[in-house]
Protein backbone atom coordinates (compact mmCIF):
# COMPACT_ATOMS: atom_id res chain seq x y z
CA UNK A 1 0.00 0.00 0.00
CA UNK A 2 2.54 2.22 0.77
CA UNK A 3 4.81 1.87 -2.45
CA UNK A 4 1.44 2.22 -4.36
CA UNK A 5 0.69 5.59 -2.27
CA UNK A 6 4.95 6.54 -3.15
CA UNK A 7 4.40 5.80 -6.51
CA UNK A 8 0.94 7.51 -6.86
CA UNK A 9 2.71 11.08 -5.08
CA UNK A 10 5.90 10.50 -7.78
CA UNK A 11 3.42 10.17 -11.05
CA UNK A 12 2.13 13.61 -9.45
CA UNK A 13 5.50 15.12 -9.02
CA UNK A 14 6.31 14.44 -12.20
CA UNK A 15 3.45 15.86 -13.70
CA UNK A 16 3.39 18.88 -11.51
CA UNK A 17 7.27 19.57 -12.04
CA UNK A 18 8.15 18.57 -15.30
CA UNK A 19 4.71 17.57 -18.11
CA UNK A 20 2.24 20.49 -17.74
CA UNK A 21 3.28 23.23 -20.70
CA UNK A 22 4.39 26.40 -19.22
CA UNK A 23 2.10 27.77 -21.28
CA UNK A 24 -0.49 25.29 -19.51
CA UNK A 25 0.79 25.86 -16.18
CA UNK A 26 0.18 29.80 -15.99
CA UNK A 27 -1.96 31.31 -13.34
CA UNK A 28 -5.51 31.24 -14.81
CA UNK A 29 -8.44 33.11 -13.66
CA UNK A 30 -10.55 30.12 -12.96
CA UNK A 31 -9.64 27.37 -10.09
CA UNK A 32 -10.59 23.61 -11.71
CA UNK A 33 -12.75 22.98 -7.72
CA UNK A 34 -15.01 26.25 -8.71
CA UNK A 35 -15.99 24.55 -11.85
CA UNK A 36 -15.93 21.44 -12.71
CA UNK A 37 -19.57 20.65 -11.16
CA UNK A 38 -22.16 20.50 -13.94
CA UNK A 39 -22.57 17.76 -17.08
CA UNK A 40 -19.93 17.37 -19.68
CA UNK A 41 -20.22 15.83 -23.01
CA UNK A 42 -16.99 14.08 -25.00
CA UNK A 43 -16.15 16.34 -28.09
CA UNK A 44 -16.59 13.73 -30.90
CA UNK A 45 -15.59 14.70 -34.86
CA UNK A 46 -18.67 15.88 -36.97
CA UNK A 47 -20.67 12.67 -38.01
CA UNK A 48 -19.32 10.48 -35.19
CA UNK A 49 -21.57 9.21 -32.42
CA UNK A 50 -21.02 9.48 -28.82
CA UNK A 51 -23.29 7.38 -26.22
CA UNK A 52 -21.65 10.81 -23.83
CA UNK A 53 -21.95 13.41 -25.53
CA UNK A 54 -23.80 16.33 -24.39
CA UNK A 55 -26.62 15.15 -27.24
CA UNK A 56 -26.79 12.00 -25.28
CA UNK A 57 -26.91 13.00 -22.21
CA UNK A 58 -23.09 13.96 -21.02
CA UNK A 59 -21.70 12.52 -17.67
CA UNK A 60 -22.38 14.57 -14.85
CA UNK A 61 -19.59 15.69 -12.17
CA UNK A 62 -19.98 16.86 -8.84
CA UNK A 63 -17.68 17.50 -5.80
CA UNK A 64 -19.03 16.82 -2.30
CA UNK A 65 -19.01 19.24 0.58
CA UNK A 66 -15.83 19.61 1.75
CA UNK A 67 -14.24 19.69 -2.22
CA UNK A 68 -11.99 16.16 -1.28
CA UNK A 69 -14.19 13.56 -3.55
CA UNK A 70 -15.24 13.88 -7.02
CA UNK A 71 -18.14 12.10 -8.45
CA UNK A 72 -19.28 11.13 -11.89
CA UNK A 73 -22.21 9.37 -13.09
CA UNK A 74 -23.70 8.77 -16.60
CA UNK A 75 -27.39 8.52 -17.66
CA UNK A 76 -27.34 5.06 -17.93
CA UNK A 77 -25.96 4.59 -14.11
CA UNK A 78 -27.49 3.39 -11.45
CA UNK A 79 -24.26 4.26 -9.07
CA UNK A 80 -21.78 7.11 -9.40
CA UNK A 81 -17.92 6.54 -9.86
CA UNK A 82 -16.15 7.57 -6.71
CA UNK A 83 -12.74 9.02 -6.24
CA UNK A 84 -10.77 10.68 -3.62
CA UNK A 85 -9.12 13.81 -4.67
CA UNK A 86 -5.20 13.27 -4.69
CA UNK A 87 -4.09 16.44 -5.45
CA UNK A 88 -5.11 19.40 -6.45
CA UNK A 89 -4.02 22.11 -8.54
CA UNK A 90 -5.10 25.41 -10.10
CA UNK A 91 -6.32 23.78 -13.09
CA UNK A 92 -6.08 20.13 -12.54
CA UNK A 93 -6.97 17.47 -9.94
CA UNK A 94 -5.27 13.83 -9.59
CA UNK A 95 -7.77 11.04 -8.97
CA UNK A 96 -7.70 7.89 -8.55
CA UNK A 97 -11.90 5.51 -9.02
CA UNK A 98 -12.78 3.74 -6.41
CA UNK A 99 -12.45 -0.20 -6.82
CA UNK A 100 -10.79 0.44 -10.50
CA UNK A 101 -9.78 -2.62 -12.34
CA UNK A 102 -7.89 -1.32 -15.18
CA UNK A 103 -3.85 -1.45 -15.01
CA UNK A 104 -1.49 0.16 -16.69
CA UNK A 105 1.10 -2.12 -18.89
CA UNK A 106 3.13 -2.00 -15.77
CA UNK A 107 0.27 -3.91 -13.30
CA UNK A 108 -0.27 -0.72 -11.65
CA UNK A 109 -3.76 0.37 -10.89
CA UNK A 110 -4.42 3.16 -13.33
CA UNK A 111 -4.88 6.97 -12.04
CA UNK A 112 -6.18 10.19 -13.51
CA UNK A 113 -5.86 13.83 -13.65
CA UNK A 114 -8.81 15.96 -14.86
CA UNK A 115 -6.55 18.94 -16.80
CA UNK A 116 -9.17 21.86 -17.09
CA UNK A 117 -8.19 23.89 -20.70
CA UNK A 118 -10.95 26.28 -19.86
CA UNK A 119 -13.56 26.25 -17.32
CA UNK A 120 -15.58 25.14 -20.14
CA UNK A 121 -13.19 22.36 -21.20
CA UNK A 122 -11.25 19.49 -19.82
CA UNK A 123 -9.27 16.65 -20.78
CA UNK A 124 -8.20 13.29 -18.98
CA UNK A 125 -4.37 12.23 -18.49
CA UNK A 126 -3.81 8.67 -17.51
CA UNK A 127 -1.14 8.49 -14.66
CA UNK A 128 1.05 5.83 -17.46
CA UNK A 129 1.16 8.68 -20.21
CA UNK A 130 1.94 11.47 -17.87
CA UNK A 131 5.14 12.80 -20.45
CA UNK A 132 4.22 10.71 -23.45
CA UNK A 133 1.51 13.75 -24.32
CA UNK A 134 -1.47 11.39 -24.27
CA UNK A 135 -4.72 12.15 -23.13
CA UNK A 136 -8.38 11.84 -23.86
CA UNK A 137 -10.42 13.64 -26.69
CA UNK A 138 -11.75 16.61 -24.83
CA UNK A 139 -14.96 17.28 -22.97
CA UNK A 140 -16.76 20.41 -23.08
CA UNK A 141 -19.55 21.61 -20.52
CA UNK A 142 -23.36 21.00 -21.87
CA UNK A 143 -24.74 24.24 -22.27
CA UNK A 144 -28.72 22.81 -22.64
CA UNK A 145 -31.00 23.93 -19.67
CA UNK A 146 -31.78 20.46 -19.70
CA UNK A 147 -28.36 19.17 -18.99
CA UNK A 148 -27.00 21.45 -16.25
Not at 88 to 109: C, K, L, M, S
Not at 117 to 137: E, K, V
Request: glycine share 6%; net charge negative.
Amino acid sequence: MLQRLWKMAASAFALAAFSIPASAAQPSDFHVLDVIEGRWGWVVPEGEESPASCAEGGVRIWLNEDRTIYYSQYPEMDEPNVAPILQVQQNWIFIQYEGEERTTDAGETVAWVLFMTSPDRFIWIRQDWIGSGGSTRPLERCISPNLT
